[in-house]
């Protein structure tokens, strides 16, 4: 057995464990089906990012048979990858079909277009001839000429018009929009809710579509194709980082076709006839599917039923933060800690409203990755900016599938007045960080520092689980001044005593911190290392929790994605335990404690064990000296561990099994849990 496991199969893992939530019967059955939705966008994405890397790494000459993650080659991996999408891909038409199924007991029907009443019927024309027509471009397949460019993250529907032996072909993008949407509500009858896709209302309209020719049949089979996302920069030094991102996501647009679904009932001349004018000789890059793809869309199916959804808690209020009291006051008598969404995100919000509009607050900097569509972050720092703050804004404009977004935030905020500045070419600024300088009349102006492991985005934090750490201690605001002034002038580099920040200390101080743990258990004492995090993928760290194993470090790690590291292998990670958590909220937090001979160092951070955050990106983590909030990770992370609901094992042979604990009469559920221990949890003045 290999020492690493492949990171694309275990992030393939990863997908099927987002599948058994729509699987589980447990769930709320609506949530089920977005379960499906997200499964399918994380699908997606890891076909455009990662089978395409292989893709890309096979074709080159002399790189096929380079090595990956597990001792695989590319050519050896992708036949892997595809077997082990096809399967779950099987997996997610029949969790589909009985997810539909259920629905319909309740009286909620997916109905298509020969499924109508007249009634329905009626009201699919006037919608169709009010909303839909007018966005349909049909484009004709001719044989001698090139297809117009046709992008990915679209739907299309294959026409195909019969006349005798003859038969012309078309191709439709279904234009889906918030104005025009995946799915439409129908009138219905009583005591049941009909729902049709947006593709069926247009099948329905076929004749109408194509009524200038003759023809004797016309049918139509949806596709999709799925593009190379690499971003590629030109290296012309006289255009600006700006200009090289936009031609970036021009040329990303019209990437490299690496994968089409289609239709499996699609008629084999139209395969044929599309699959040629793609450009797809390979038949692994061809995948049969079902009647409706870009499934992705069943995030945002519509709520109908209240009984039906998830019935999430409202977010608290943290117990040291009262309304209409001023945060900076509450962060300058004490640490504070906020655990995103059992607490509010608002308190951040209403920081950075304070800090915009007091007068002794004299500048502002923070570091953007991905902002909410309509940013109350980015509204609060032009307001600072107008309000004469100085405010200076780290963009990153490489966050992938944001970049055009943060284009736009770019613009916002330098037209409102804010210093925007970008990442250098080589890194990719994913820390969250905020430092905030007020006049209080000392010599030096007071720092303020907040430290998260998530984005700035109110529209995420109510689905995401995060920490904010809020800070005045002299000593970190020192260190974000450091780290602010390196990100303007990246040819200076700093030391830092109380943050730990990649790409130049990180790896060190993490590896520093395992080292301890083993030289404590030599010694006999106790010795411990507890992690949380996204991914877990970078070798030489894993290697060196292995040595630590080796030791008897006691080893627990909580990793929602991709994990590269073997746990629980006699001779190897005996001492290592690997557990992921998916559920409701989507477990994003990172930490790291270690037993530190019996006085645990308590970590958070923005980063995960992976080469390209501890080697490639500015990452910023921070050490937690308050003792209350220490115990609240130690208790948070505790409360993960004993979760015997929606954990699963990762360990070889990597099935996914639930962690159960057959001598616990009562279900333990960390998400809920949490909960109840925020609405409990007490401070002392």
């Known amino acids: 057995m290999e020492e690493i496991y492949n990171r694309e199969l275990s992030w393939l893992q990863f997908n099927d464990r987002v599948l058994q939530e729509a699987m589980d019967e447990s769930v709320p059955l609506m949530q089920r089906l977005r379960f499906l939705g997200i499964y399918s966008n994380n699908q997606d994405e890891f076909i455009k990012v990662r089978v395409a890397n292989l893709i890309r790494y096979n074709t080159i000459k002399n790189k096929g048979q380079s090595r990956m993650t597990g001792d695989y080659t590319p050519s050896e991996l992708l036949p892997l990858i595809n077997q082990k999408v096809e399967d779950s891909q099987i997996t997610f038409r029949s969790t589909y079909e009985k997810i539909i199924g259920e629905m319909e007991e309740k009286g909620v029907y997916v109905v298509n277009e020969t499924m109508l009443s007249d009634g329905q019927k009626e009201f699919a024309l006037n919608y169709f001839t009010s909303v839909?027509?007018?966005?349909?471009?049909?484009?004709?397949i001719r044989k001698s000429v090139d297809l117009p460019f046709l992008p990915d993250g679209k739907i299309y529907l294959a026409v195909k018009l019969e006349n005798g032996a003859s038969s012309k072909y078309a191709i439709i993008q279904i234009p889906e929009s918030r104005d025009c949407p995946r799915f439409v509500v129908l009138p219905s009858a009583k005591d049941r809710i009909d729902i049709i896709f947006l593709d069926d209302i247009i099948r329905l309209f076929l004749k109408d579509i194509f009524f200038m020719f003759n023809y004797e049949k016309i049918t139509a089979n949806t596709f999709k194709i799925v593009r190379d996302a690499e971003l590629t920069f030109d290296d012309d030094v006289s255009k600006s980082l700006t200009q090289k991102i936009f031609q970036g996501i021009s040329k990303r647009e019209k990437g490299t076709p690496v994968r089409l679904v289609y239709d499996r009932e699609m008629p084999l001349d139209v395969l044929n006839t599309i699959s040629r004018k793609f450009g797809f000789k390979s038949a692994e890059q061809i995948e049969a599917g079902g009647r409706y793809h870009l499934m992705r869309d069943l995030m945002k199916f519509p709520v109908v039923r209240q009984d039906l959804e998830n019935s999430n808690p409202k977010p608290m209020l943290h117990p040291l933060v009262k309304p209409f009291e001023s945060f900076l006051k509450v962060i300058r008598r004490r640490d504070i800690l906020l655990c995103y969404p059992y607490q509010t995100f608002n308190h951040f919000i209403d920081l950075l409203?304070?800090?915009?509009?007091?007068?002794?607050?004299?500048?502002?900097?923070?570091?953007?990755?991905?902002?909410?569509?309509?940013?109350?972050?980015?509204?609060?720092?032009?307001?600072?900016?107008?309000?004469?703050?100085?405010?200076?804004?780290?963009?990153?404009?490489?966050?992938?599938?944001?970049?055009?977004?943060?284009?736009?935030?770019?613009?916002?905020?330098?037209?409102?007045?804010?210093?925007?500045?970008?990442?250098?070419?080589?890194?990719?600024?994913?820390?969250?960080?905020?430092?905030?300088?007020?006049?209080?009349?000392?010599?030096?102006?007071?720092?303020?520092?907040?430290?998260?492991?998530?984005?700035f985005n109110e529209d995420t934090t109510n689905i995401y689980s995060d920490f904010g750490f809020f800070t005045s201690s002299p000593v970190i605001a020192e260190d974000a001044r450091k780290l602010f002034d390196f990100l303007q002038n990246p040819h200076k580099h700093y030391p830092f005593k109380k943050l730990m920040v990649s790409p130049f200390y990180m790896r060190k101080q993490i590896e520093n911190l395992i080292e301890n743990e083993i030289r404590n258990s030599?010694?006999?004492?106790?010795?411990?290392?507890?992690?949380?995090?996204?991914?877990?993928?970078?070798?030489?760290?894993?290697?060196?929790?292995?040595?630590?194993?080796?030791?008897?470090?006691?080893?627990?790690?909580?990793?929602?994605?991709?994990?590269?590291?073997?746990?629980?292998?006699?001779?190897l990670s005996e001492n290592i335990e690997v557990r992921s958590i998916i559920d409701k909220y989507l477990e994003h937090a990172r930490m790291i404690i270690t037993c530190n001979n019996d006085d645990p160092q308590h970590y958070i951070m923005s980063a995960d064990i992976m080469t390209r955050n501890l080697d490639r990106r500015v990452e910023v983590g921070v050490i937690i000296d308050d003792q209350s909030i220490k115990d609240t990770l130690t208790q948070y992370f505790n409360i993960e561990w004993n979760d015997n609901v929606k954990s699963r094992l990762v360990e070889p042979p990597y099935e996914n099994k639930y962690v159960r604990h057959t001598d616990e009469k009562f279900p333990y559920r960390s998400q809920v849990e949490l909960y109840k221990y925020f609405q409990n949890l007490k401070y002392e003045p």
């Open 132 to 140: 839909v027509s007018r966005r349909l471009v049909p484009i004709i």
């Open 522 to 571: 030599k010694k006999g004492l106790n010795s411990y290392f507890y992690g949380k995090f996204n991914s877990l993928t970078d070798e030489k760290l894993i290697k060196l929790l292995y040595k630590a194993s080796k030791y008897g470090v006691k080893i627990r790690l909580i990793v929602r994605s991709a994990c590269c590291l073997q746990a629980g292998i006699n001779g």
């Open 353 to 455: 409203r304070e800090a915009a509009v007091d007068p002794k607050v004299q500048s502002i900097y923070i570091s953007l990755y991905r902002e909410a569509l309509h940013s109350k972050v980015v509204n609060a720092l032009v307001n600072a900016a107008k309000n004469g703050k100085h405010v200076i804004a780290l963009v990153e404009l490489k966050a992938r599938f944001d970049e055009e977004q943060n284009l736009e935030y770019t613009t916002i905020l330098q037209r409102g007045g804010v210093k925007v500045i970008h990442s250098p070419d080589e890194l990719k600024v994913h820390s969250k960080l905020i430092l905030i300088e007020r006049n209080e009349g000392t010599k030096e102006s007071r720092g303020y520092v907040y430290v998260g492991t998530g984005n």
